[in-house]
Every structure is written in structure tokens, then in C-alpha cells.
């Protein structure tokens, strides 16, 4: 990029900064936070005015922080009246400490999108999202280099991942650069009958090129099975976890409801038998699984009808548990609607990480709070908060560690009440460093295939070329369609000699004054 084109970037991040700090404190949202906890400030990506949710956070090898997240508009018809939602998959990231405005990646949906990414060693982002782009709620794989992910023409084709209706998927990278994905999806839409959703697998060992044929990981045709989450460790263990007895899809809930938790210590080949977690009663949700890179294992959930947050350990890889318990000095939030999460993430001393929202106490005003514990392998450390405001209600917290002592954490907010529509929804971000020992990361310096011996799935099977080259005329839309901020971007651009000209006669003016110009 030239020079010209480094400093309109720059200019808009300075602008987007300048913008969005007003937005906040116009509107009074000077966030609380953090006070002793180590975590800085923090950092309001989306627009006040805007739905911003759902967000998902990755850190590239170079220690980039990108987030993505769903943003929702309502759609006016004639008479002013409300025509449905339009959803989109907004990108930003952070470069020489600001934050880029925010841009739009994949076309609008008609249907919520809920979306996940992933980084590589080879310089690479990866990016899952659903909803009805191309068709109605499907499941699509996307690529970019980390250094124009900004931009939707930088972005690779689709690649459909599921085959019936789905809802929401998870990806993560292994460290020799496969990438796993796994989904809800009905599979079968031809049928009249109600089909609930189940949870699949599928990997792809050259970069996306190609994927695996879809795997079921636990056949539950009586119950619907939603929010799936994966995470992987320094051992390349793949642990997954779910929710069973709801169906995003069909709205079917069950009075029982249950998580399931497996895991795979070979790269997706086999997985263990399913461990269901049924503890204090039939009503958990929100399971999150983690590890310390050493054989332990964490699982973490809540219980519907107890304001309370359990915990289940394994010192031997999940060959056996101890008994589950409460995690001290915290509570969840009141039971009020299904979509929040917990997450995990691990440092070089493996210690894991624990980001949820809570309450110190069981009152139902008591201040809802973005917090972070650690688990030592013997017990909990004291909660510390991340966010906390009186009327933002926080939700879908997410962790990342990079480097073995760099935290990032992001949520969104809900202003005034989780059941009040017509709010604001804001995505957050704050981050800190603890005092774990530095793991450099190192780029890969060329990609080097591993071709998977399995059948191609019907999608299009170019020769695999992983972590290829993208150039400007492979655009991640179709009929390589930029979106509306990448042209004016590229009007930026393009007037900027205009500009410079213009200064240069002006700095020539005040310079010989009426000498030359007069």
C-alpha cells in the first residue's frame, strides 16, 4: 500500500476514534470498569445507535486483535413502517493502536448471522457465519489475509458447510494449520415432518480448498441441540461442548434440558463418547469446556432454576471427574433468555481463564458484571470485573490469550433491559496483561499442504492450493461486488493526490506570498 493509501487509513481510524468517543460521551456511556482488576478500559467498537451482538475475537500471529460481530438494522418499507430485519457480518481490527472503523464483509441477510473466527500461523483469518445470504439459513466458510480482512473484496468465495437449515457454528486451528468446524444443522429439509437441529463436524486440511465429509457427533433426534462451541489446546485436543433440548431453528425447547460435552485427541478422526451433564438438576445450559494443556480439563455451566455458576474438573484428560461443585463468590445472572455463553482460554502456565457474567449476589437488581477467574488446578481465584455499568446488561462474553500472557476479552451490551427490543446493543473490548511467561509466536514462512486422504464433499474442489495469494479480483462477493465502504474508501484514495497538490500551493503561498501569487 502506498504511502497515500497508509495515511487515509490512518485518517479514518483517527476520524472512527474521534467519532465514537463522542458517540459515548454525548450519551453518557463512560464505562466502569475495570478499577483493580488489571483489565484496561473499556472500549466501545459499534455504533450506540446501531444492534451490535454476538461478537467473536481472534489475535493473529502478529498480535492483532480482529472482531467481528452481527449487526442488525431494522428495514423501512413505504408508510414508514417496519419490513423485517437486515443483518451483516461488520469486521474491525486494531493497527498501531486504533481501532479501524468498522466494515461490513459478507452481503445483508434477511436472517440473523452468527458468526466465528479463527487465526492462522500462516498470516490467514478464518471466518464461519449463517443466516440466508445466499440461501436460507446456511453455513459458510470464508478466508482472508489478516492484513486486508478489512476489506470484503479480500475475502474468498463461500464454501457451504452444512446441507440442511442451520443457526450457529464454531472454528478453530490446529497447530499444523487444519481447520475444524462444527455447526447445528437440520440436515434433512425435504421431509414435512418437524427435524431438530443436531451438532456436526467437518475439517479441512489445505486451507478450506476442501472439507471432509459432515460427521454427526451425537444423534438426538428427539431433542433439538444448539450453541455449539469448540475449543482446541497446545496439544492440538479438540474439545466440544452444546446444548440439548432447544432448537434455535424450530423454536422446539424441552422441559429437560442437558449439555453435552466430547472431545478429540487425534485431529477429528475419532471423538470420545459423549459426556452429559445432567448436574444439579435438568436444566443446564451454557456449557464451556477447557484445559490446561497438561491433562486437565474444565467444564463450566449454570443451572436454569439456580442462580448459580458449577464447575467439573479432570486431573487425567476426562477419564474421570471429581464431583461437580459451585464456583465461590460469584452468581449468574438471572434467567432471562438463552443466548449468553461462557468461555475459557489458557496461558503459558496453564492457568485457565474464565470470563462470565455475574452477579456478587443473588438480588435480582444486584449490578450485572463481565467477570474473570482463573483456575490454578486446585481452585478459583476471586472474581475481578471487567465491565460493569448500572443499565447495560452484558451478555456473550468471549476470552482470547496470545503469547501465553496477553488477555483479550469482548461482550456486547443491552441497554436497559435484555427483553427491551428497540435498544441499543453495543460490542465491547478490553484486554491485560498477567504475569505468565512470554511463548513467541512465530509465522509460518511458507504453507506446506497436507492433503487429507478423504472424499470431497459436492462443493467446488479446485486443485488445493492452501493459504493462496489473494488478489483484488477475487472478491469474497458475488460478481466481485465491493460494499459500500470499501468504495468510498477507494474514493479516499483516489482524490488524495488532489489533496496533496492542493496543500503544496498552499504551503508555496504562505511561503513567497504575493511573489509568485500576488
Known sequence: MSNTGRSARHSWRVVWTLMLGGVL??????AALAQDSGWSEPVALSDSTLWSWFP???????????????????????????????????????????????NDIVPRSADIIRNAIATDQAGNIHLVFGGSVYDVFRLYYQRAPVDKAWSAAAWSKPRLLNQGRGYMGDIVVDSKGWLHVIYD????????????????????????????????LYEAPLTGSTKPQMKI????????????????????????????????????????????IEYPDAAVVQ????????????????????????????????QTWQEPDVIPQIFARPWTNPHDIYDMATDSDGRI???????????QNALQKVVHL??????????????AQQGLYPQYSKIVVYEGNQLYATWFTWEGSVWEQDVS???????????????????????????????????????????????REESGLPDGLYTENDEVFQVMIALSPVALVIGVLAVMRGRWGRRFFG
Not at 440436515?187 to 460427521?215: F, H, M, N, P, Q
Not at 469446556?289 to 476426562?318: C, E, P
Not at 488446578?377 to 470485573?385: C, D, F, K, M
Not at 486422504?453 to 467446488?460: E, K, V
Request: charged share 25%; net charge negative.
Open 25 to 30: 460521551l454525548l450519551g453518557g456511556r463512560l
Open 56 to 102: 467473536d475475537l481472534a489475535v493473529d500471529v502478529y498480535g492483532t486483535p480482529h472482531v467481528v460481530w452481527c449487526w442488525t438494522e431494522p428495514v423501512e418499507v413505504e408508510g414508514g413502517e417496519e419490513g423485517g430485519l437486515q443483518e451483516q457480518v461488520m469486521y474491525t481490527s486494531r493497527r498501531e493502536g486504533v481501532w479501524e472503523r468498522p
Open 185 to 216: 444443522d437440520t440436515r434433512d429439509t425435504s421431509s414435512k415432518r418437524r427435524v431438530l437441529a443436531d451438532i456436526y463436524y467437518r475439517r479441512s486440511t489445505d486451507g478450506g480448498e476442501t472439507w471432509s465429509l459432515s460427521r454427526i
Open 233 to 276: 489446546d497446545s496439544n492440538d485436543v479438540i474439545y466440544v461442548t452444546w446444548e440439548e433440548g432447544w432448537d434455535r431453528l424450530t423454536g422446539a425447547v424441552e422441559d429437560d434440558r442437558y449439555a453435552v460435552y466430547l472431545a478429540s485427541l487425534d485431529g477429528g478422526e475419532t471423538w470420545t463418547e459423549p459426556r452429559l
Open 287 to 318: 456449557l464451556a469446556a477447557g484445559s490446561d494443556g497438561k491433562g486437565g480439563v474444565m467444564l463450566v455451566w449454570r443451572s436454569m432454576k439456580q442462580d448459580l455458576i458449577f464447575y467439573q474438573w479432570s486431573n487425567d484428560g476426562g
Open 353 to 363: 481463564h474464565l470470563v462470565v457474567v455475574g452477579r456478587s449476589s443473588l438480588d
Open 374 to 387: 482463573v483456575w490454578d488446578g486446585r481452585r478459583w481465584s476471586a472474581p475481578a470485573t471487567i465491565f
Open 425 to 471: 446493543r453495543v460490542v465491547w473490548y478490553s484486554q491485560r496483561q498477567i504475569s505468565a511467561p512470554r511463548t513467541p509466536v512465530t509465522p509460518w514462512p511458507t504453507a506446506t499442504p497436507v492433503v487429507e486422504q478423504a472424499t470431497p464433499t459436492p462443493n467446488p474442489t479446485p486443485t488445493p492450493t492452501p493459504y493462496p495469494q489473494f488478489n
